[in-house]
């Protein structure tokens, strides 16, 4: 490992500090818009966090809520017209809004890669999945020869999980059900050992059975690895089953963020609050699931104040007109919400996102 | 694959006897017969009665079918009529060079420029690129060749004089009518090619080769330009088959000694053997397209097997 990474640093173009302690992924007051038709999206608005060495980071949130532009803001993948306006990402000692899109091509696949919602279609179908996992190491490795790399495609295909793999990499994707596509995706971005995975909702598309196994192969895999793991999600059970940390995305501003037990057993904000609720529950009696009322910003005409207001049950005059400060409540647990400030009239345990009857 | 080549091969054998059928019925409805032009008159009706006979036109249709039919196994095509004791073959092997040359011309390059501008204009959508090719591709798609032909002849043949104006004498000779034809593949091929290059460039597996850290150059080239191939293949077929074989009024224009004009003396002529020989080969050289494209579609996408047992797995 250490190996891999004394050769890039040697590359031209590359430059990389010393990162041993540092986070893998520091994100510092991140705003991305995007250029439509429609007008400027605030797709993201004042993003923070960090991550280090073998933790994961959920980004939980609905459709919208900026957590995929989060990701394609951080490895420089933004769509036409999308551009980081504000703050810093970090990645691995690079200054990534800073770097040059041809620095970003050596850092994309080496550094930080990335694998997507739907297997069935991120894998080209015209081309042998063999070749595929092997163009990574064509793109980065140039030092090594073709047996060098066929034996990296091999490992990497036990370590996924496909068994025979001499037969294998000269098939095709529509060979493979949606599961093992998935895990080839896995088996691609994990080729170079990256520092950072992004996942952007790596189980939606998969059937509930095949999720639970690819979880468990991004855990193990985490724990071989030591990789930095950022799962892009809205499912609540895969946040309990792989995340060290989580942080809830809404109207483009993470509104809660704290460990697992943090979010799960003490959340603070109505929002996080409402996504537990949304949650089904085997247990109870035969009643209408829980949905959040409204629906979420036009992020063309960012709403004053807290983005969540419109739609929240504990609502107070000040939340309409004012962006909620951070509150912090210790452990590395805070939330953007005006119920924590000390002249708050609510009292915090009626927190609720069932707007009140006025 | 051997299996439904055979086939393939099969359904065309079927198919040409159809072809060859509906043409014999048709070409006996043609009024006249081959002798009765002003340059036979002089021969009186008696002689014209016996040439008739010689090639055996006296007989009723039917058994003349079957006669060109027995022929036609033995690999026979009959001696032309207007070119007397040329046989079909010979006539067609010297008219066909100049045809497949300016078709070749015209296809090469019209599907280099039209693939290189469609794959430009959908990487830079919405951009001048974009712009310039979709004006090209209406234009080639709704202006007429011969359009195009008579202003090359005029401006680069007349005014310019930097090449021949008509006549075949030399390759120059087949520079303007191949760039007269161009316009039509390199079109079409502009216009297919933009849009499933842009459908393709908005797949997930795209953003994963962008996610990988290749250069946009080697994501259009490994990733985008194979799978936006297929459906152009599709329209190489018949356009190909098109153009090989000769363009009427092109080779009208420029004096072409090709196939195509073959084709209109040989109906204004009634040489009945020209007209059923030229059927056949451009029918059996249409089909052999349209197989061969059929093949190639398995050689671009692994998806598609030609075997009726589906996937390989």
């Known amino acids: 490992m250490a190996g891999i990474r004394a050769d890039v640093e040697a590359s031209p173009g590359t430059v990389f500090k010393d990162v041993i302690n540092a986070p893998v992924l520091s994100v510092k007051d991140m705003s991305v818009s995007i250029k439509t038709d429609n007008g400027i999206v605030r797709a993201v608005r004042g993003v923070s966090f960090s991550l280090s060495q073998g933790k994961t980071l959920a980004i939980v949130g609905e459709s919208g809520s900026g957590k ?97 793999p001499a037969e294998r990499i000269r098939q095709y994707p529509h060979q493979f059900s949606g599961g093992m596509r998935q895990r080839v995706m896995i088996a691609i971005a994990l080729t170079l050992s990256p520092k950072l995975l992004i996942a952007d909702e790596p189980t939606t598309a998969l059937d509930v059975t095949i999720q639970a196994q690819i979880l468990e192969l991004m855990n193990d895999i985490q724990r071989k690895t030591n990789t930095a793991i950022v799962i892009i999600t809205h499912n609540l059970g895969v946040v309990a089953s792989v995340a060290d940390h989580v942080a809830v995305m809404y109207g483009g501003r993470i509104i809660e963020e704290g460990g697992v037990e943090n979010i799960f057993y003490s959340r603070k904000h109505p929002y996080t609050q409402g996504l537990l609720d949304s949650v089904p529950k085997i247990n109870r009696a035969k009643e209408r699931l829980f949905s959040i009322p409204g629906s979420p910003p036009d992020l063309v005409n960012p709403p004053e104040g807290c983005p969540f207001a419109a739609r929240c049950g504990s609502r107070m005059r000040v939340c309409g007109s004012y962006v909620p400060p951070i509150m912090e409540f210790g452990g590395g647990h805070s939330a953007a919400c005006w119920l924590y400030d000390k002249r708050a009239t609510a009292p915090p345990s009626a927190v609720s996102a069932t707007p009140m009857l006025s | 694959m051997t299996a439904y080549v055979s086939r393939r091969l099969a359904y065309m054998m079927v198919t040409l006897f159809a072809i060859v059928t509906l043409t014999f019925c048709l070409m006996k409805i043609l009024p006249g017969t081959p002798f009765d032009e002003e340059r036979f008159m002089s021969l009186g009706p008696a002689r014209q009665a016996a040439l008739m006979r010689q090639y055996g036109l006296d007989q009723p249709v039917h058994s003349q079918f079957l006669r060109y039919l027995g022929n036609l196994f033995r690999g026979d095509l009959g001696t032309s009529y207007f070119y007397p004791d040329r046989p079909v073959l010979d006539v067609l092997r010297s008219r066909i060079g100049p045809s497949a040359l300016i078709g070749s011309q015209a296809i090469l390059m019209g599907l280099a420029v039209g693939m290189s501008m469609g794959i430009v204009a959908a990487w830079r959508h919405n951009g001048s690129m974009d712009y310039i090719t979709m004006v090209v591709a209406v234009l080639g798609v709704s202006v007429p060749n011969f359009v195009v032909a008579a202003l090359l002849q005029y401006y680069v043949g007349l005014r310019w004089g930097i090449l021949p104006v008509a006549f075949w004498k030399s390759w120059a000779h087949s520079v303007l009518p191949s760039v007269a034809l161009m316009f039509s593949p390199l079109a079409s091929s502009a216009r297919f090619v933009r849009t499933e290059t842009l459908d393709v460039l908005s797949q997930d597996y795209i953003q994963t080769a962008r996610s990988k850290g290749m250069s946009e150059r080697r994501m259009l080239v490994r990733h985008a330009l194979r799978n936006a191939l297929l459906p152009v293949v599709t329209i190489l077929g018949p356009m190909i088959a098109n153009l090989l074989t000769g363009s009427l009024a092109i080779e009208k224009i420029f004096s072409v000694p090709g196939i195509g004009s073959l084709f209109v003396e040989s109906i204004q002529n009634n040489d009945y053997p020209v007209i059923m020989g030229l059927t056949i080969f451009f029918s059996a050289f249409y089909i052999l397209c349209i197989l061969l494209v059929d093949i190639s579609y398995t050689l671009i996408d692994p998806r598609i097997r030609l075997s009726k047992g589906s996937e390989g797995d």
């Not at chain 1, 800073?98 to 694998?115: D, L, P, Y």
Request: hydrophobic letters at 40%; glycine letters at 10%; proline letters at 6%.
């Open chain 1, 68 to 164: 995929t532009m989060t990701c394609k803001g951080i490895i420089g993948l933004l769509p036409p017209g999308g551009v980081i306006d504000n703050g810093t990402v970090t990645l691995c000692g690079l200054d990534v809004t800073r770097a040059h899109e041809k620095t970003m091509r050596q850092v994309r696949g080496f550094n930080v890669s990335m694998i997507f919602q739907d297997p069935l279609t991120s894998l080209n179908p015209t081309t042998p999945i063999g070749r595929q996992i092997e163009e990574m190491m064509v793109l980065h490795r140039p030092d090594m020869n073709e047996s060098a790399r066929k034996a990296r495609v091999f490992e990497m295909l036990d370590l996924v999980g496909i068994s025979n």
